[in-house]
């Protein structure tokens, strides 16, 4: 992911994530936790107040943040080995420039009983959407200048708002000052995979690590975990976090709040 200099504001990035206690996010690189069997087994690995534990960050969350906006990337939804979407219509109703600006339909944005976005990096136009809004939630997708003009062509189509940022690849720093600048979004919640995490991470986008640790390991070379994406370049340091809250349950659930430390003169 791409990212763009600069120290206009943006908005408060905490993620929050269920792990296994070897940091994993998922069973296997190839398993989707939306899929029915693979759900089943990660519930089947947290004990039984793992739900009020789930219940009682998402309360805090709210009380401390009231976020506006949850994060996901698209290998949440779709597997690696999936390309962007193919068959769709070439012909658009729009010139190819306009399709390549931010597209936030009224109706959506305006819409009665919205709460939250549901905000989906999604560069190479992967996702097939068969659901645009859940109750509050309503859809919101990520793309980049080099999303191809059939996508976001069907993306309007569709009515699903979107914002573009960065070139190749997402820029995620000038995606979340959009956010801000457009939709008034001061907080966003990164439930995402290793993928995205990582590259947040990496970015210096983070604020806030929420972690609920399930007494389980999973292991295995490769396996998802919570920070994936490229290794620490020669000189570059690792990122230093302040414990704000722990809690061990009764049932061998953890959950840890940390705060990321900003060394001095750094561009948050």
């Not at 690696?80 to 959506?108: A, H, K, M, N, Q």
């Not at 996508?151 to 000038?174: Q, S, T």
């Not at 939709?183 to 995402?192: D, F, G, M, R, Y």
């Amino acid at each position: 992911m791409e990212q763009e200099s600069g120290p206009a504001a943006r908005p408060r990035v905490v993620v929050s994530v269920s792990t296994s206690v070897d940091g994993r996010v998922t069973l296997r690189s190839d398993r989707l936790l939306m899929e029915a069997d693979a759900a089943r087994i990660w519930r089947s690995m947290q004990p039984e107040g793992a739900q009020a534990a789930e219940d009682a960050r998402s309360a805090l969350l709210a009380g401390l943040h009231q976020p506006q906006a949850v994060l996901e990337g698209s290998g949440s939804l779709v597997t690696g080995s999936t390309g962007p979407l193919t068959g769709l219509p070439e012909d658009f109703d729009e010139p190819v420039d306009t399709l390549f600006t931010d597209f936030l339909p009224e109706e959506v944005v305006e819409r009665p009983g919205h709460e939250k976005w549901f905000t989906v990096v999604d560069s190479r136009g992967r996702v097939r959407w068969s659901m645009k809004r859940n109750g509050g939630f309503d859809l919101l997708v990520l793309v980049a200048r080099a999303t191809s003009a059939a996508y976001l062509a069907h993306l309007r189509r569709e009515r699903i708002p979107y914002l573009v940022a960065g070139g190749e690849r997402v820029d995620l720093a000038a995606a979340l000052r959009r956010m801000r600048d457009k939709l008034a979004v001061t907080c966003v919640v990164s439930t995402a995979g290793g993928g995205l995490n990582g590259a947040l991470l990496r970015a210096g986008l983070i604020d806030e690590i929420q972690l609920l640790v399930i007494p389980a390991a999973i292991g295995g070379h490769g396996t998802p975990a919570l920070f994936d994406g490229p290794q620490l370049a020669d000189g570059e340091l690792p990122t230093r976090l302040r414990l704000l809250f722990a809690h061990v349950g009764g049932d061998g659930m953890l959950w840890l709040r940390y705060e990321v430390i900003r060394e001095a003169g750094a561009t948050p």
